[in-house]
């Protein structure tokens, strides 16, 4: 009973209606005179950004906003993958023989995230981790490591929302929300599928990258509003590295994991 009250009332308010109020407003001039405030609120870090906060002529230019060069450091070893985004870590673990990762106690089928069976398949028994970006967070994304991108495409035609209440009680969200795939081949053909997931309300994700080649740290895409991460590895690649752990506040550039 719990779970359907929580579903009904995530379906309310992720509407198309809603959805477009939100963005319209977000991207309206008017937004500008409650960016002090929310950057207040959510405390977010504005000496680290590129512009000054009066400078901003929306929310959503706000929310998208770059940083001052230098204000994160990409770690360069090729043998680690690094953050692709400043998140929160939610979960990480081992990709089950059944294609499954398990996400606030609810299974998440790799197929259904990627709808690409062959694609899946690559990930059977590998590992994942789970990266939440808040309202309060830097929402570009860079990529986890240099290779070349050998697939990228996008599913899915709405969102719910990916916080803690929206990944225990919505319906499937990291595997049914609209979400962009990259998937790169590294130089010593390891590959890595970068899986970013809407959130609710706005099921923008902008792709920034159109070429080939990607180094890591370069600049892949950003999203508008809350947003999540899924970074998938295939089966006895990498090791997470020894700072990974739950609910931990992890910077773009940042090792996560490391290869074998």
Known sequence: MKRKLYQYLIELTNSLPVSKFIMKFAE???SRFIIPSYAKIYQVNVNEA?????????????????????????DNNQNHIISPVDAVIEQFGTISSHDAIIVKDQPYS???MLEDPALA???????FIVLY??????HRIHSPASGTVVKQYELGNKSYPVNS??????????????????????EDHN?????????????TIQLTHANEKVQKGEELA????????????????TDFADSVALKKEVKAGEVLAVKK
């Open 133 to 138: 970006l808040s309202p309060s967070h830097y």
């Open 50 to 74: 590129k512009k000054q906060i009066n400078a901003y002529g929306s929310l959503h230019d706000f929310f998208i906003r770059e940083l001052k060069e230098n204000a994160r450091k990409f």
């Open 222 to 237: 950003y999203f508008s509003f809350g947003s999540t991460v899924v970074l998938l590895f295939e089966k006895h690649k």
């Open 191 to 203: 590959h890595l599928a970068v899986v970013k997931v809407g959130a609710m309300f706005i099921n």
């Open 165 to 186: 209440w929206g990944l225990m009680y919505g319906k499937s969200p990291l595997s049914k929300n609209f979400r962009t795939i990259t998937e790169i081949k590294e």
């Open 28 to 30: 309206s001039s008017r």
């Open 121 to 127: 398949e690559k990930y059977i028994n590998g590992s």
């Open 110 to 112: 790799i197929h259904d």
